[in-house]
């Protein structure tokens, strides 16, 4: 109940910074973040000694390598935290932009104005950097924000979290930034939804399934990427082979590497061993169809649980297809719409897997490793959204602004524009 | 079981059909369109005809008089229903649409493309029209529409789903509409977040909120309008009483309607006998705060709940207010988010409320009553928002699509733009 209390002031506080951020200019913002860069950097000490601390408690109970790896911040990451954080107060301010203005009737004007979304709900495990970038991102869109981090991470995140605070509030609304406690449990944050707008989980798939799966409150991001490449009967195999294994090898851990390659019938006994010949160089494990299997005799044979696996892995699942339309049905059935590409010359080929495949990003002739925000050139990233309403593929600030609707009027009264003598709107688009 | 195997069987068939319909040009649905005007006009009096069956029904059940008005359709209604599914032909597409273009680097090109949602589901009370205007909205959108009515409206329902069925099967994929019987319970419907992509409720504020507290689905709506107008010291005085009583008298009992009037207290005795004066015409009941009834002596007291409540009724609560920030506060505490006004003629402090006051519209020296698609020139409107994500405020066509990023490459890979010879990326933007 305390505890529960507790969480319950620190939403509401948000919540009413919120309403005064919104008010807050463009310049104030920027400061707010050089102020943030300078407090990284002053206190890069006490924060590495806090984070030493964590990876100490982390290593005393068993933490994975890979969480570990996560945790663990250096001069180089605190160097890339600084110059993420100036390189966000670079960026164009989302909010406050007119997105289009149209005359009602005389002297009555509609305006369509980008404003933050409110208070963002950040809960993240391990990496203390997101916090410091999701911060900034938040701050820059002129949201609120409420941090919910891992417990391995305790030290670090708070000695952040504070030299956050003590900068930025000189320029905002005290308030704006909130960490919870890492005693707090996940479950009371995801009920929060009369506070919290909008919530940005990062972390394993595993558990942004179960925040996605267990709050009211929307949800940017995704759990899984199951992401295909298909080679088409028009492809060119020499580029189908270099675009597959950049696709699968370049850096198979993350959520935009290719789980599954789809191939035209008609190419595949010349395709695939040229394939096979080049996956072997980087030691992937192929897992193949019963027609893939005829052609590519000594792989493992794919079972209808690999068409739904992310391996994140070396290891690819390969089927072989009749078609287009059958690449695509295969995508739309058991991809994650996330990415996907196709390899071929074909453009009305292409048009088509580019129209019907339901992903965020979908791709002709390159590969899947590209959707991201920093390629895409959106200059920061949220994250990647598999979501079908708000925001779609990476995420960069326009994710984390909403609209609304500002009249300007001289007194003008809805009486006069219904009955016998209603005027007429003039609807006339000025911008 | 059975039940559920079915809508399962249904909500699979829309998934599939909306599909195939990202791929439908704008013709075919224009055309598909027009073939279901046609054909409302043509099943007129098989249409009258059902509709008198429910109103029978509605009778004997006792159902209440705003309940069969809205269930009653007559030679009018079905004249409005072929006037705006053609309206909805004349709309521009907006799917399909190119938002952006990036270049990446030379050859590889990013497009940032509207596109379908995908399944949208729309539960709905009584109003056999909605059944026709959202379907047509879903249609020009290239959306597959899940139709879930009330049991009231079911022979009515079923004769508008199956001559729009017909006729528009000849142009878009077989099963893009469904129409969930009333048999079966909402609460399956509101189980298929693997199916339904976004829900539409359509009903009383009290069926809206069961909807949004009840389902995964992300819902577009609103369930509550509590709007205010707040009168500023340095108001016309004559313009604030027109703007008031149009605000609460025009048509109280809809959702941009005042329910709330907020005055300061420099000019409130010398407006609200002004105010009241004219309030007596309408016979509105007036409850105030305590220094309201200092001045307007016999008018009842208002009580918290009063500024909480929607009375959508000849009913006002007044509140006296220092300064426009305790304005501003008072509406982001007990507003619903959805349209809010201030009268004055002092443009920083009106400036300084549309920018902190929290809502979908904010108005300055007009009637909150001009929050609508209609009115605001957006062609057609799929409902009021008061989310924060996605769309908010008046929705037209755009809210039911969302955007896929394509990209367009000649072989790109992503390990040539990492390592020590990275390429680097040139992100100009073309469009």
């Known amino acids: 109940m305390q505890l529960k209390y507790k969480i319950l002031k620190q939403c509401e506080d948000a919540k009413l910074a919120s309403a005064k951020l919104a008010g807050v200019e463009t310049n104030a913002k920027n400061k707010a973040l050089i102020g943030i ?19 100490r408690n982390a290593k005393k109970n068993n933490l994975s390598d890979v969480l570990l790896k996560r945790l663990k911040l250096d001069n180089i990451k605190i160097n890339e935290i600084i110059a993420g954080v100036k390189s966000v107060a670079k960026l164009e301010d989302p909010a406050g932009k007119t997105l289009a203005v149209t005359e009602l009737d ?16 950040v809960i993240f495990e391990s990496r203390p950097d997101a916090l410091v970038q999701i911060s900034a991102l938040c701050l820059k869109s002129g949201n609120a924000v409420i941090l919910k981090g891992g417990s391995e991470a305790e030290n670090t995140n708070s000695t952040l979290f504070e030299a956050i605070r003590n900068v930025s509030e000189k320029y905002l609304p005290k308030g704006w930034i909130q960490l919870i406690g890492t005693r707090e449990e ?8 009369e506070f919290i707008d909008l919530l940005i989980p990062r972390g394993s798939n595993k558990f942004v399934k179960y925040i996605q ?7 940017l991001g995704h759990s899984e990427g199951i992401c295909h490449v298909y080679v088409d009967k028009d492809a060119d195999l020499k580029m189908a082979v270099d675009i597959c294994f950049d696709a699968k090898c370049q850096y198979p851990a993350v959520c935009n590497a290719m789980e599954t390659l789809l191939v035209h019938k008609a190419i595949a006994k010349k395709f695939l061993p040229l394939m ?23 792989i493992k044979k794919a079972t209808e649980e690999d068409w739904k696996t992310e ?5 690819l699942s390969i089927k072989m297809v009749d078609s287009v339309d059958e690449a695509i049905g295969h995508i739309n059935k058991y991809g994650s719409g996330h990415t996907d590409a196709i390899i071929t010359n074909n453009k009305k080929t292409s048009d088509r897997f580019m129209d019907l495949v339901d992903s965020g990003s979908v791709m002709v002739n390159c590969s ?16 990647i959204s598999t979501n079908k309403v708000h925001a779609r593929g990476p995420v960069g600030l326009e994710g984390l602004v909403i609209y609304k609707y500002k009249s300007f009027g001289k007194g003008h009264k809805v009486a006069d524009y219904s009955g016998k003598k209603a005027r007429e709107f003039t609807h006339k688009r000025i911008k």
């Open 37 to 55: 860069a300078n407090a990284v950097k002053k206190n890069k000490n006490k924060i590495l000694a806090a984070n030493k601390k964590d990876l």
């Open 106 to 121: 005389k002297g009555l004007n509609l305006h369509k104005v980008s404003t933050p979304i409110g208070v963002i709900g």
């Open 276 to 298: 096979e010949k080049k996956f072997k160089e980087a030691d992937v494990e192929l897992r193949g169809c019963a027609e893939t299997k005829k052609i590519l005799k000594n």
């Open 186 to 193: 996940v479950k009371e944050v995801l009920k929060m939804d």
């Open 213 to 219: 799966e267990n709050t009211k409150i929307p949800v």
């Open 311 to 315: 391996y994140n892995d070396l290891i």
């Open 368 to 383: 899947t490793r590209f959707a991201d925000g920093f390629r895409y050139g959106l200059g920061a990233e949220v994250g």
